[in-house]
């Protein structure tokens, strides 16, 4: 079992920055592979980001390329999301999944995913 918490979700205007965290709990943490998704209200979960289990691989969906980033501190259980260049279709909730394989193939399917944190909000304004 894992737990995981994200934090950093807040209000901020369009253009602005934010960094969004991903506490997790577990001694098994450096071999989970993370991913990012989020859900407006009324919309389908949407694939942001995604990072293998060494770091060594990154995927972003198309929307956030070039103003997400995604990393992860093994040493510390924790994946961030950074969010440059934020827009207002970026305003969703925002949750960190975790999987177990370790894997970098379907990690944009949420399927894959066996753990899920809570969520955490992030609205920007015009």
């Known amino acids: 079992q894992v737990q995981l918490v994200e934090s950093g979700g807040g209000l901020v205007q369009a253009g602005g920055s934010l960094r969004l965290s991903c ?3 577990g001694r098994s943490f450096s071999s989970y592979s ?3 998704f989020r859900q407006a209200p009324g919309k389908e979960r949407e ?8 770091g060594g691989n990154t995927y972003y969906a198309d929307s956030v390329k070039g103003r997400f980033t995604i990393s992860r501190d093994n040493a510390k259980n924790t994946v961030y999301l950074q969010m440059n260049s934020l827009k207002p279709e970026d305003t ?3 949750y960190c999944a975790a999987d177990r ?4 193939r379907a990690l944009r399917d949420y399927h894959t995913y066996d753990y899920w944190g809570q969520g955490t ?3 920007v304004s015009s």
């Open 34 to 36: 993370m991913g990012w």
């Open 101 to 104: 394989a370790g894997g970098f």
């Open 121 to 123: 909000q992030v609205t």
């Open 23 to 25: 506490a997790a709990s």
């Open 47 to 54: 694939f942001v980001a995604a990072i293998s289990w060494s």
């Open 92 to 94: 969703a909730v925002y």
